[in-house]
């Protein structure tokens, strides 16, 4: 059973493509959707598109949701005409990377919420609903127990898998799948492997990889790199152990 969820007025920016496809989700709700953004967004069906910031910022919002990307979240955040606000409420991430986020309190208005989430799926793994699908948060600073909640119903409602846990766990696991992910997709990229007349199911397999990280930009990559602590051990990792397969090789080879 979904929780119960009141209609929020939702602004969000920073509105690319993943910011798109959850206001989609979020319109279908009921919600009411403005946004903002560097790039022009003024056609986009059922938001509120503002380009100024001071204005956009002066609107009653309940929720302040941040989908810049990882790299400029700092610059951003610092930007944000605070004193515009005309009450407190939640604000809430949808970062890749979760400790560079939780850094924002000191930031963020100190009667206002926080709370920062990673919703583990996009357009294209969420193209058919988000149900099963892992979405991770945490209640960084929350007083207003009822609009958090309102808030999270968004994703509980569609059906996702509800994980709390800290930002450090969060970027710790997310080192270990979603980097490395990326980085075996690069890595296949630049290797420019296709599918062929003779592909096994495991080697289609690669080539998603491959497709799905390079469709991403590189600056989700490297901000996944450059914001997680955990990343360059996750690389230093992979190199290690693609030697020593090639030194197991180049042993076996030496036997014979």
């Known amino acids: 059973m979904g929780s119960s969820t009141r209609t929020l007025k939702i602004g969000i920016i920073g509105f690319g493509t993943f910011a798109q496809f959850l206001a989609k989700t979020m319109i279908k709700q009921g919600h009411l959707i403005s946004a903002t953004s560097r790039s022009d967004y003024s056609g ?3 938001v509120h598109f503002i380009r100024d910031m001071e204005e956009f910022m002066g609107l009653e919002h309940d929720v302040i949701l941040i989908c810049t990307s990882i790299v400029s979240v700092f610059q951003v955040v610092k930007s944000i005409p605070f004193h515009r606000l005309k009450k407190p409420l939640l ?17 963020v208005p100190q009667d206002s919420d926080l709370v920062c989430t990673h919703p583990m799926f996009g357009p294209e793994s969420g193209k058919d ?12 600073r929350v007083k207003d127990e009822t609009l958090c909640s ?4 968004i ?3 569609e059906g996702c898998k509800m994980l709390e846990m800290s930002c450090e766990e969060h970027d710790r696991l997310a080192a270990q799948s979603q980097f490395l992910t990326h980085t075996i997709g690069r890595v296949l990229s630049e290797m420019e492997i296709r599918n062929t007349p003779i592909d096994t199911k495991g080697f289609e397999k690669l080539v998603q990889v491959k497709e799905s990280s390079t469709r991403d930009s590189f600056d989700l990559y490297s901000g996944l790199f450059i914001h ?3 990343a360059k051990q996750q690389l230093h990792n992979l190199e290690s152990a693609l030697e020593r397969v090639k030194e197991t090789l180049e042993a076996g080879m030496s036997n014979n």
Do not use: H, Q
């Open 228 to 230: 997680n602590r955990f």
């Open 44 to 46: 986009f069906p059922g």
């Open 155 to 157: 994703f509980e409602n």
């Open 129 to 140: 609903g988000w149900k099963d699908l892992p979405f991770m948060y945490e209640r960084v």
């Open 150 to 153: 309102s808030f999270l119903a």
């Open 91 to 107: 604000f809430a991430d949808v970062l890749s990377v979760k400790r560079t986020p939780k850094k924002t309190p000191v930031t």
